[in-house]
């Protein structure tokens, strides 16, 4: 099958370096954020989320950042790795609606 | 962990065949979705349900059904296959309540091609 990763913005981060992907949100009512990373091949696999109270959540590696207040959204991933090569895209909730908007993705490809 | 599972990994059908995309989740997830993904286009969402025999249409729903008749599996129909519905497909499942903070996860997709 065809890459989703066709036509998307790309990151090229040397391995060890720290990458910073973002993301622009639409909805100023959104209140849940969540970034997926998917592979070549593969289904969307969730890596971490935020709520709207929150500035910044850390998990393995990896940290969020909100910004309401310019409705931006980033994931940094420290001292990047070959396998995490994949294309990373954000998703915004609106409070009860259980539908998620998706952005288009970025593409992140490590050079070792 | 969640599992969502989609029994077709790849799939090649003709023009004008009836197809079913089959998924399946073990986490009693009440809410069950339907994307397509091509390139340049992102995730676009084709069904959706909230419950056993619920459907809701989402943003692409023509020339597709879907059925609903147990909690676990939520079925993706082409009545009549055409070229331009090859695609992957994704299945993907949450929680429901209407609170936020409901991750939606997702199978490993379903890669068809219509000939």
């Known amino acids: 099958g065809e890459s989703v990763g066709l036509h998307l913005p790309t990151l090229s981060v040397q391995e060890g370096d720290n990458s910073i992907i973002n993301c622009a949100y639409s909805?100023?009512?959104?209140?849940?954020f969540i970034w997926y990373k998917q592979e070549s091949g593969k289904g969307p696999q969730f890596i971490i989320d935020i709520r709207s109270n929150m500035d910044k959540r850390q998990g393995q590696r990896v940290t969020v950042l909100l910004n309401k207040t310019v409705k931006h959204l980033s994931l940094q991933i420290a001292a990047t790795q070959p396998g995490d090569s994949a294309v990373y895209f954000c998703a915004e909730k609106v409070g009860g609606n259980n539908r998620l908007a998706f952005g288009k993705g970025n593409q992140v490809v490590v050079i070792p | 962990d969640v599992k969502v599972t989609q029994s077709s990994r790849y799939l090649v059908k003709r023009t004008g065949e009836k197809v079913f995309l089959e998924c399946v989740q073990d986490m009693d997830h009440e809410n069950m979705f339907w994307y397509r993904q091509d390139p340049g286009l992102g995730l676009r969402l084709i069904y959706f349900?909230?419950?056993?025999?619920?459907?809701e249409k989402g943003d692409i729903p023509e020339g597709y059904s879907v059925s609903r008749e147990k909690k676990e599996r939520f079925s993706l129909i082409l009545e009549s296959a055409s070229t331009n519905q090859t695609s992957m497909y994704l299945c993907?499942?949450?929680?429901?309540?209407?609170?936020?903070?409901?991750?939606?996860?997702f199978g490993e997709g379903s890669w068809l091609t219509v000939v």
């Open positions: 993907a499942s949450s929680t429901s309540g209407g609170r936020s903070g409901n991750t939606i996860y």
């Open positions: 349900s909230y419950d056993v025999k619920m459907k």
């Open positions: 909805n100023s009512a959104s209140d849940y």
